[in-house]
Structures are given as C-alpha cells and as structure tokens.
C-alpha cells in the first residue's frame, strides 16, 4: 500500500512537471545570449486534452487558409494624384510591402514550430485497447466440461505513457477482462480479472537529467535566434538596396534637370545662330554645329527621361507599389535633394570597427552559431556514455464475478452460485492484497562505437567550422568597414571638386558670353563651354547621390543601418 502511494505521487508529480514543461521551456545557458523565458503558446497553439479546440483540432481539422494581402498605406501618401515620399515615408512602405523581406520573415516561422516539435518527447500519450473473442472447439476429454465448449475473452486496457525533463518514462496503466465459458468445471463463470501497474524506467548514465532531455529544445531555440538574426541581416541588405533605389530616382531626376537645361541653352543658342543667319552676320556654314548640338541635347534629355521611367518602376517594386493598378499609375515625388552636403566628420576607424562586431546581424549570426555547436558537441558526448537504465514496477490485481464454490471437480450436481461482479474485482485490486513488485538494472555496454565516436569527431569539427567562419566574417567585416570609411571620405572630396569645377564651368560659360556678344569669339567656343557646364552639373549631381550612397553603405557596414532609420524588428 505503501509502495503504492509513492508510485502514483511519483506519476503526478511526473505529470505535472512534464505538463509544465511542454508548455514553458527553461532558459538556456548565458552565453546563449538569451535569457527569456519561452512559451510554446506564443508561437504555435496546441490545445490539450479535454479542451474543446482538441476536439476541433482532432476530429474537425480545418486546411489552413493561405492567402496574400494586397499593399498597404500607399493611398496615405497621395495628394493631388501624385505619389509623395519622404525617405522616411518610403522606409515605412519598403518594410509594410516589399516581397523580399516577407519572404525572409517566413524563415523565422518554421524554426519557432521546430522548438514546439522538439517539446513532443514531454508529450503524454493515452492508449485504449478493447477486443472480443467467441470461440467454440470439440472437447476431447471429459475435463474440458462440456461436449462443445464455448469461450467468450473480453480483455480491455487504458495506458498512460509520459516522459519527463529527468529522462525518465513513467507508464500508469489498468488492464481488465472479462471470460465466460459453458464449462461446468469453471470457478468463476463470468470471471472478472483487474490490474493496476505502475512502472518506470529512468536513465542513469545516457540521457539521465533535465540538461540532457532538454537539449533538443535548447538547440531549437538557439537555432531559431540564428533564424531572427540571419532575419536582421537580410531586412538591413534588402533595406540599403531599397534605399539605393531611392537615391536612384534621385539621381535620374537630378540629371534630367541638367539634360532640360542644357537643351534649352542649345535652343537659345540655335535660335541666335538662325537670327544672325538670317541677318546675314554669319554664313551657313556655322548653323550646323548650333543644330548638332541641339539635336543631340534632345537625345540626352529623352534618354534622362527613360533613364528617370526606369528607377522609378524599380522604386514601385521595392514598395510593392506595382501591384496596386491605381497606384502604379501615379507619379512619383521624391521630397529629398540632393544638396552639396558641408560634412566634415571625422571617422574614428576602430570605434566604428567595434560597432560593427557588436551591431552587425551577421557577426551576431555566427556567435549564435557557435552556441548550437556547443550544444551538439554536448549532445555527442552524451551518445557516449554507456546506457545504463534503472527500471521498476508495481502491480496489484484483483478477481470477481459470479462463483461456483466446488468441492470435487467431478461433482456434476447443481451448484448454488454466489452472486458477484466486477465490483468484487475492483474491490480486490484496491485492497493491494495481490501485489508485484519489480525492479531491474539494465547496462547497454558498447564495446565498440563507431557511430557515437563519428558523431562526436563531426560535432568538434562543427564548432571549428563555426569559429573559423565567424573569424572570417570579422575579418570581412573589418575591411568592410575600412572601405566604407575610405569610400566616404573620397566621395565627399569628390563632391568638394565636383562643386568647384562646376563653379568655374559656370563661370567659363559667363566670361565666354561677353565675349561671343563682344564678337571676340565664335559660336564653337560658346558652345563648348555650354557642353563642360553642362558635364560639370551632371557629374556634381552623381558626386552628391554618391557621397549618400557611400554613407549608406558605411551604415549598413557597420550594422546601424536599421537603428539609424528607426526600424525596430519584431
């Protein structure tokens, strides 16, 4: 009786704990870098028996509905029929629509149920078994106790199977069963016979305690902070080539300006031309250059203008803007400019170089990386040891039914039968009368592994791999961030000269007009001055997109990229 309490204490706690942990997994090691408590109800709804949403789930499984939603917010940035953005603006809708990133969110997904699949192993488990048998034989001596003797075996049982976070697998089952037989000789006719077992099996080498059993949780879990940080760093590469494509549009505009303006000093130009044609001041032989020039500043226009189309239907597909039909026809506006920027900061190369250790997804990746390969290195070290498995039991039993109390199993008189049942056996199980008890110690020695001394060769090697490939994203990363500085610094010296031979293009083409209005000068050298002026502009304008560009670039090198721009990942 005794024994018998203690057993099924150790199957509720057992229950209890094993409950607790499917639903809540405890926080892995620090160096994991996480600390948080994890709840598999966040991520993946598993209802549990009796609830109503089991019975849905089990026996009313719906197909889970997969459907697209069309781009959003874009109408909040009309205003009279054109598409206005800030970059910032323009942020908020690459993120909310931009397909790419969606795609990338969609990686973490699958690793949050893989933590909810690792939590099966605590999963209880109910087992049922009812069977009937009817069977009627040719008796061949008098002591069968009928001429044709007919058996009827009822045997039922209910099992209940959980493992638990020591490794241990408890199993709480009742087993039954009811015989009846035309036998005259039967003792108990119907006879009713009940077991109550408990038993238990706990790993004290291999697999033995709680680190152990929750290694492949642990090792979901950590994979899954791979997948948000491998998740970071696909939203920062995807949001600088947005933002590129920003500055793209920028760029096409800006050199569409300075193409307009060029074309219309060549059309001044050539109507002046024509007007002292005309006048007779010059010959015909020096109208052709004005014309040339004119006619090839329209080709330069009209190929800036498609050159402006293009960017702008790639700007449409970074903001899912293009699957929206009203959408994609507006206009877009770009509120940026592209000012000279007056930046004199100076770069402190190895403080920005530790930023990027720390803030960088990728390197933060591979950090995380090196933690699931501890943990299966841990995990094959275990498949090492010997297995070694202490197992027990307790079983009480009970009989009942209707007796037919017999002196001499030769009597053929009538019996007086005493009424009786299952009660009786019930009775008899639960007074602990009829007890088996069992315990056992089980040793699987290997004498030779080959395959747990493979894995665990392969899982050294796997942690190497993970630190020479973290050795060399920082070594990548540190160069990265060398040329990005390298790459700022040259382009905002570019910019500073771009701005200076634009000036004196500028103040050629002004010194060449006095003097061509003077007659000191033909049309040729006007003209030729026009066209550096022109080249000076459109080179100050690729200087300055390039100058944020490189910034752009420096940002996302160092990782800050998302926090300079206000983004927060879920």
């Given amino acids: 009786m005794r024994l018998f309490l203690l057993c099924a204490v150790a ?127 040719a008796t061949t001596d008098v002591l069968a106790g009928a001429a044709s003797l007919s058996q009827l075996n009822q045997p039922w049982s209910a099992n209940y199977q959980q493992t638990i976070s020591t490794g241990a697998q408890i199993t709480a089952g009742f087993t039954g069963s009811k015989s009846s037989t035309n036998s005259q000789f039967q003792t108990f006719n119907p006879a009713y016979t009940s077991n109550l077992n408990f038993n238990f099996n706990q790993p004290l080498l291999r697999g033995r305690g709680k680190s152990i059993t929750m290694l492949p949780i642990s090792l979901a879990r950590s994979r899954l902070r791979v997948g948000e940080l491998d998740f970071a760093d696909n939203v920062l590469r995807l949001l600088a080539a947005a933002e590129t494509a920003y500055w793209n549009v920028i760029e096409a505009r800006e050199n569409l300006k300075v193409q307009e303006k060029a074309l219309q000093l060549a059309d001044v130009s050539l109507k002046r031309a024509q007007r002292e044609l005309d006048l007779g001041a010059i010959s015909e032989l020096e109208i052709f250059q004005p014309k040339a020039v004119y006619a090839n500043a329209e080709i330069f226009v009209t190929q800036a203008r498609y050159r402006l189309a293009q960017t702008e239907d790639q700007l449409r597909r970074q903001m899912g803007a293009d699957l929206d039909p009203e959408i994609r ?107 088996t008890y069992n315990f056992s110690l089980t040793l699987t020695l290997p004498l030779r592994d080959r395959r747990a001394a493979a894995d665990l060769a392969d899982a050294a090697i796997g942690r190497k791999r993970e630190m020479l490939n973290l050795r060399n994203d920082q070594q990548t990363a540190r160069l990265e961030v060398l040329n990005g500085i390298n790459q700022v610094e040259n382009s905002r010296a570019a910019v500073r000269l771009a701005q200076i031979a634009r000036d004196l293009a500028q103040n050629r083409v002004d010194a060449d007009q006095k003097r061509y209005d003077l007659g000191t000068i033909t049309i040729f050298f006007l003209l030729d001055s026009q066209n550096a002026l022109t080249q000076a502009e459109s080179r100050l304008v690729t200087e300055s997109v390039n100058y944020r560009r490189a910034l752009l670039q420096l940002m996302q090198r160092t990782g800050e990229l998302l926090e300079e721009r206000g983004v927060v990942l879920p």
């Fill in 11 to 137: 199957v509720i706690a057992g229950i209890a704990q094993a409950q607790e942990t499917a639903g809540s997994v405890a926080a892995p090691s620090p160096q994991m870098g996480f600390r948080e408590t994890y709840t598999l109800s966040d991520d993946l709804e598993v209802p549990s028996f009796p609830s109503k949403a089991w019975w849905r789930r089990h026996f009313q499984p719906e197909v889970p509905r997969v459907e697209l939603r069309p781009p959003v917010r874009h109408a909040d940035y009309v205003a009279d029929a054109k598409l206005e953005l800030s970059l910032k603006h323009y942020i908020e809708l690459v993120l909310a629509n931009n397909t790419d990133i969606e795609l990338s969110r969609l990686n973490v997904e699958q690793p949050k149920n893989a933590i909810t699949r690792a939590a099966a192993i605590f999963d209880p488990l109910l087992i049922t078994r009812f069977a009937a048998t009817r069977a009627n034989s």
């Fill in 329 to 435: 026809k507006l206009p877009v506006v770009l509120t940026e400019t592209v000012a000279v920027p007056d930046d004199r900061t100076e770069y402190d190369k190895e403080a920005l170089i530790q930023k990027a250790m720390i803030m960088r997804p990728n390197l933060r990746s591979d950090m995380q990386s090196l933690d699931v390969a501890d943990l299966q290195l841990r995990q094959a070290k275990n498949s090492l040891l010997p297995n070694l498995v202490l197992g027990g039991g307790y079983t009480t039993t009970g009989r009942g039914g209707v007796f037919f109390p017999r002196t001499n199993v030769l009597a053929t008189g009538p019996v007086q039968p005493i009424p009786g049942g299952i009660g009786d056996a019930f009775d008899q199980m639960f007074g602990f009368g009829f007890p």
